[in-house]
């Protein structure tokens, strides 16, 4: 079954205390990228990556890193986590950038992760 | 930069009635793709329709449809025949085809959905 994998899907944690969040695909997507929403704000774009050892900043950087090494895995590292980080956060991944035959984005379900 | 626009926060429908959901958008390219999201209690996103901008045809997949004006950048969702299951957030999605390295999905803040029995 062609999905995307996330965990931890819930987690509770302490300012500073560093977490990495995986993301695995079986699709063998090029692109790859992290989202988080916040009420009111919609989905925003935390990072993306268009293939192995290819990285970039999307919207909302900041305090996040992320590695492309595996072209199916983009885990999201949070290295000192805020409580401002606290958000729902999803990983997707389609063929490569808009040029795949559909465009869509295949998400995760989500990692619920609350900072104290 | 692109920019997705849903204003309406919430939205009522009596069930087995019709709904429309609106979206505007703002981009300056000629070729993208536009979608709705789906998004349950469950959190998850569930893909509802997708419309390629080229075409000129609307979308429909079942009781969901839209209605697509290039011109105007107006991109709604009619939900027919509205299901208890149909309850849910909305999002209005954009997705360029050729804007380089990180064709990226951009959203829309969301609508509410609810469904009366």
């Known amino acids: 079954e062609a999905q995307v994998t996330q965990n931890p899907r819930y987690l509770i944690t302490v300012t500073g205390k560093k977490l990495t969040v995986t993301c695995s695909q079986n699709m063998n997507h090029e692109y790859m990228s992290w989202y988080r929403q916040d009420p009111g704000l919609g989905l925003r774009q935390i990072y993306y990556?268009?293939?192995?050892?290819?990285?970039d900043k999307g919207d909302v950087p900041e305090g996040y890193k992320v590695s492309r090494k595996e072209k199916r895995n983009f885990p999201l590292i949070l290295e000192s986590p805020s409580p401002n980080q606290t958000s729902l956060y999803f990983c997707?991944?389609?063929?490569?950038?808009?040029?795949?035959?559909?465009?869509?984005?295949?998400f995760g379900e989500g990692s619920r992760l609350t900072v104290l | 930069a692109q920019t997705v626009t849903q204003s309406q926060p919430e939205m009522s429908v009596q069930e087995a009635e019709t709904v429309t959901l609106s979206c505007t958008y703002d981009?300056?390219?000629?070729?993208?793709?536009l979608f709705w999201y789906k998004q349950p209690p469950s959190r998850q996103m569930i893909l509802v329709i997708r419309?390629?901008?080229?075409?000129?045809q609307n979308a429909t997949e079942n009781r969901f449809s839209v209605n697509f004006q290039k011109a105007a950048k107006s991109f709604s969702l009619k939900i027919s025949d509205s299901q208890l299951g149909d309850a849910a957030m909305y999002f209005c999605?954009?997705?360029?085809?050729?804007?380089?390295?990180?064709?990226?999905?951009?959203f829309g803040k969301g609508i509410t959905l609810s469904v009366r029995p």
């Open positions: 990556s268009m293939n192995v050892e290819v990285t």
């Open positions: 981009t300056s390219e000629s070729d993208y793709y």
């Open positions: 419309q390629e901008a080229y075409k000129q």
């Open positions: 999605a954009y997705r360029g085809l050729y804007t380089g390295a990180n064709s990226k999905l951009t």
């Open positions: 997707a991944s389609s063929s490569r950038g808009g040029q795949g035959p559909t465009g869509e984005l295949f």
